[in-house]
């Protein structure tokens, strides 16, 4: 099943906060962020696990909480440079096997 | 080395050709995937190999058919293939499979911009 992911999209100026949730209706195992520019892969910025602490890289961190079900990543002091689609990723189980779903991403537009 | 190649970055063929296309990594990765992503959608799965053995199949349709020939290469296979087809196919890789236990950090390709007319 998909998360789900708010808001859609969000636009900054440079300098400014936002924050990104994601939420599932299903047990969470861990959940992961990428970031995709257009026209580029996703890139991989962070895995959260159930139970783990909040995790940071540089002005960008994120958290679980398990009894919501949900993952927020915050943008703290906004570069030009995070402008992209922001997805999050939900580990869960197929059979013996473990997938990766994403959710249908927000867009990130950071202004001058 | 922490890329994953894939070739080529652009295809275009007619609903009667046969052509493939092929992912590379050399980070000693155990676990390979193939993700189709249509125009701002999220990437959905369609092939897991851990091991090099399929451990997943996401329904996809038998046009599409995956091979690992060994622990570095994948391909996919592509045959019959309709309009709505046409797509980014995302290659990626991972350390170990996915266990739920949050060690499967997801190395993307660039893709393959695949148009069928």
């Known amino acids: 099943q998909q998360p789900v992911q708010s808001p859609q999209a969000v636009i900054l100026r440079e300098g400014e906060d936002a924050v990104i949730n994601c939420s599932s209706s299903k047990a969470l195992y861990s959940v992961h962020w990428y970031r995709q520019k257009h026209g580029e892969a996703p890139v991989f910025l962070m895995i959260?696990?159930?139970?783990?602490e909040q995790k940071g890289h540089e002005k960008i961190s994120a958290s679980f909480n398990e009894k919501k079900q949900q993952s927020s990543l915050y943008l703290t002091a906004s570069q030009l440079s995070y402008s992209g689609t922001y997805f999050c990723?939900?580990?869960?189980?197929?059979?013996?096997?473990?997938?990766?779903?994403f959710g249908k991403g927000t867009l990130l537009t950071v202004n001058p | 080395d922490t890329e994953v190649t894939q070739t080529p970055k652009h295809l275009v063929m007619g609903m009667t050709n046969k052509k493939s296309l092929k992912c590379e990594q050399h980070m000693g990765h155990r676990a390979m995937y193939w993700y189709k992503q249509k125009a701002k959608k999220p990437p959905e799965l369609m092939f897991v190999?851990?091991?090099?053995?399929?451990?997943i199949n996401e329904s996809v349709p038998s046009r599409f058919s995956p091979e690992c020939p060994n622990s570095s290469l994948l391909n996919l296979h592509l045959h019959a293939l309709q309009p709505e087809d046409s797509a980014l196919y995302l290659c990626?890789?991972?350390?170990?499979?996915?266990?739920?236990?949050?060690?499967?950090?997801?190395?993307f390709g660039e893709g393959s911009r695949l148009t069928v007319l």
């Open positions: 990723g939900t580990e869960r189980r197929g059979g013996s096997n473990y997938k990766l779903t």
């Open positions: 959260l696990l159930k139970g783990g």
């Open positions: 190999y851990s091991y090099e053995k399929l451990s």
């Open positions: 990626a890789s991972s350390q170990h499979p996915l266990a739920g236990v949050g060690t499967g950090e997801l190395f």
